[in-house]
């Protein structure tokens, strides 16, 4: 018997199909939103943003289901419209830590509508206990898949699973687990599209918006020292890009070369594993010492003394400058080169910086 | 071929190192007259589906699903018969040795080593074992997928390739496929997260049913398997205790009857402790473990030989085989695609080879007149040259 969802559903998964089906009920565009009587859902987005923002739980508020279900794409809005992509992933996590919590006590039969009108994926509730482990749900592989990858602790990976005819079992907290995982990855991925890259908050906005923008620009500086986590391809300078594609070639670096692309790539995020791909596929590659090495370099990070890649001068002299382009005559460290060039990137700026295309 | 106009293909001619590639054929008589014309040494497709597959820009193709591939290849496969076809030789010092290469030189420790391989039947039938062990052990039981959804493909050469062509895993990422080729190579395996745990601190020592699926029961029967055929020696290297061996041994069959009841008890096995029980457990799924190349399955835009293709190695037919057939199935006859005629070769060097009916070797320096599809593989191997 499919349990209908009710508006306080809607309230508490505002990423659901049916709840964009119901704001769009409403007839209102984005401008609309910011008339005098919907004051009430913009504050209410504002506020979901400066929470996220300032690490506080986001906590569903079930007197005004109404208002919860407009605030979030509200919400969402803001967030992409401040353009800073620390800003979205605090939200996102925000966001999917509200959701986990609330799945795991979800009701088997919503957790299954919420799960395929999200994200299109097919529950199947269990009962089933192999000694002395309980499973509540079964869920196709390629769905587990999706997310899974991401959690790097050994109980998620694949083998480690019971899985029968193509479907993984698990426990309720663990669906909750992949699916609020899903709602992050989904605010994030979103950011990447053209249309959101280039969206702008309307201007009638910006009273409500005046404060959460001011905590934006001073967290800012404390963010900023955190680039972004994981390689920005194209943010790359000429130095670090030439170093990679000998690497590929399966060229041997010199030890300064070597230090500098290993300092680099956990400097910007990267973790060991990827930083060990790099170096694969050189001749006398020892996968070993190789790990040994990246792991000291990348330990050392968090603690007093951070190993940093040298900056251009020491390059230039242990002939790792590959020749300056317009944007590096700007900087003297090829941590800030990549970082400029990010928030570029991030920003969306077509204008191309520097003259001569690096390798 | 499935969806043949959605993939890309390529060519690498007879002396030729680049492939030609980004090539779309929209249907199979177009392709077959472009292999008479072109004669190209090898052919191979994506096992991705793309919207733009002959766009050379790789970004600009329009992924929209592959294959979920599998390679059983014999040379990453340690085998008994590798010693009597197998050569390597390191680079930096010049030492040799027959068999499987090892990981360094044993004379100066580099890593350069260079290796000639050949194949014979006994590898082609240890590779054989692997698609079946892959496919009833693994991808059906607990993928499962469907016998319909599975194309087996002789390499050609050196083993098989197995395409899932199940459209449910078609979207699955690079990441996804690396845990699915973890998951039969048995990557990362922690017994204890199948179940094996002491309840309370001196409580019962629980661990899976030999009749549960997936990795609980394969470990749980592996162990069962592995004790019934122990020896106390072979126990003690692996438990690092001849004690503990011992008692093991002599309480063999009370700890058997335990393993099969149902629940399973597995009582007896709590002297042995949780840490050599991993152990016994680590060895036990050795051997159903799949041997695969994981770099192919992880591949998500990999150009994979063509099904019955010629291979340009070895002149044999990259057969397609029904899972029915696969067991008869015998590659370096069945495969032959040049069944008439004898050619004459100098051969440089070669071990004993058999194509067909007909067998030579071990030879060196030696000019003879062969059946054609022998003649073809030696000269495809590089072993030997045409004589008029």
Redesign the interface.
């Known amino acids: 018997m499919r349990e209908m969802l009710a508006r306080e559903d809607l309230a508490k998964y505002p990423f659901l199909r049916k709840a964009s089906s119901f704001i769009g009920g409403y007839g209102l565009t984005l401008k609309d939103l910011a008339a005098p009587e919907y004051s009430g859902i913009v504050k209410r987005a504002v506020e979901r943003v400066r929470d996220s923002i300032e690490g506080r739980k986001i906590v569903t508020d079930w007197k005004d289901p109404e208002t919860e279900i407009l605030a979030y794409p509200l919400a969402l809005a803001f967030a992409y419209g401040l353009k800073a992509g620390w800003v979205i992933r605090r939200f996102a996590t925000a966001e999917s830590k509200r959701c986990y919590e609330l799945l795991k006590m979800e009701d088997g039969q919503k957790l299954i509508e919420v799960a395929e009108d999200g994200f299109g994926w097919k529950l199947e509730p269990i009962e089933m206990n192999?000694?002395?482990?309980r499973f509540d749900f079964m869920l196709?592989?390629?769905e587990y898949?999706?997310v899974?990858?991401?959690f790097h602790s050994?109980?998620w990976?694949?083998?480690?699973?019971?899985?029968?005819?193509?479907?993984v079992h698990l426990k309720q907290s663990e669906v909750a687990r992949l699916l609020s995982e899903s709602v992050k990855n989904k605010i994030v991925k979103r950011a990447m599209e053209e249309e959101v890259r280039k969206f702008e908050v309307p201007e009638a906005f910006g009273p409500y918006l005046e404060e959460v923008m001011r905590l934006v620009e001073k967290k800012r500086k404390f963010y900023d020292d955190e680039a972004p986590v994981g390689l920005v391809e194209e943010a790359k300078p000429p130095c670090i890009m030439a170093m990679i594609s000998d690497l590929a070639a399966g060229k041997s670096l010199s030890h300064m070369a070597r230090f500098t692309i290993t300092t680099f790539m956990i400097n910007v995020g990267e973790n060991v594993d990827n930083v060990l791909r790099l170096f694969s596929k050189v001749?006398?590659f020892?996968e070993e010492k190789a790990r040994y090495q990246i792991e000291h370099i990348a330990g050392r990070i968090g603690s007093k003394t951070k190993y940093a890649p040298p900056k251009c001068d020491v390059l230039k002299s242990y002939g790792l400058c590959v020749g300056a382009n317009a944007l590096c005559e700007r900087v003297r460290h090829p941590l800030q080169y990549y970082k400029i060039r990010a928030r570029e990137i991030a920003r969306g700026a077509a204008k191309a910086q520097g003259g001569r295309k690096a390798a | 071929m499935e969806d043949l106009g959605h993939r890309e293909l390529a060519f690498l001619q007879f002396g030729e190192h680049m492939m030609i590639r980004h090539i779309r054929f929209m249907d199979e008589v177009s392709l077959r007259d472009h292999l008479i014309h072109e004669t190209p040494a090898h052919v191979y497709y994506s096992s991705a589906y793309y919207k733009e597959p002959q766009a050379p820009d790789m970004n600009k193709k329009g992924w929209c699903g592959a294959d979920l591939v599998f390679d059983v290849d014999a040379d990453h496969i340690p085998t008994m018969c590798k010693s009597d076809h197998d050569k390597w030789k390191c680079l930096e010092c010049g030492t040799e040795g027959a068999g499987f290469p090892p990981e360094s030189c044993p004379s100066c420790g580099?890593?350069?080593i260079e290796t000639t391989t050949w194949v014979c039947e006994k590898c082609l039938d240890v590779t054989k074992n692997e698609v079946f062990k892959l496919l009833d052990e693994y991808l059906i039981?607990?993928?499962?997928?469907s016998l319909n959804d599975v194309e087996i493909c002789f390499s050609g050469h050196r083993g098989y390739h197995l395409h899932i062509l199940t459209e449910?895993?078609r979207?699955?990422?690079s990441?996804?496929r690396?845990?699915?080729a973890?998951?039969v190579r048995?990557?990362?395996?922690?017994q204890k997260?199948?179940?094996f745990?002491v309840?309370n601190r001196n409580g019962p020592l629980?661990?899976?049913?030999i009749r549960?699926?997936?990795?609980?029961g394969r470990i749980a029967r592996s162990i069962y398997t592995y004790i019934s055929r122990c020896s106390v020696e072979d126990l003690k290297t692996v438990i690092g205790s001849g004690s503990a061996a011992d008692t093991l041994c002599r309480n063999k069959d009370r700890i058997l009857g335990g393993i099969t009841k149902s629940?399973?008890s597995w009582v007896g096995l709590r002297g042995v402790g949780i840490e050599r029980l991993n152990r016994i457990a680590r060895a036990s799924v050795k051997d159903i473990l799949c041997n695969i190349d994981e770099r192919v399955t992880l591949d998500i835009k990999r150009l994979i030989r063509y099904p019955n293709s010629l291979h340009g190695k070895s002149g044999l037919k990259a057969s397609r085989i029904t899972y029915n057939d696969l067991e008869s199935f015998e590659p370096l006859s069945d495969a032959v695609a040049f069944k008439d005629g004898e050619i004459k070769v100098y051969v440089r060097e070669a071990p004993r080879v058999r194509i067909g009916d007909h067998e030579i070797g071990p030879l060196k320096e030696a000019e003879v007149v062969v059946p054609k599809a022998l003649g073809l593989y030696l000269v495809c191997k590089g072993a030997a040259e045409p004589r008029a």
């Open positions: 192999v000694e002395g482990k196709g592989v390629t898949l999706e899974a990858p991401q050994a109980n990976k694949l083998v480690n699973r019971y899985i029968l005819r193509g479907r001749a006398d020892d | 580099k890593k350069r039981p607990d993928f499962g997928i449910s895993l979207g699955l990422a990441d996804g690396r845990e699915v973890d998951y048995g990557v990362g395996l922690d997260l199948h179940g745990m309840l629980i661990g899976p049913d549960d699926g997936g990795w609980r629940p399973p």
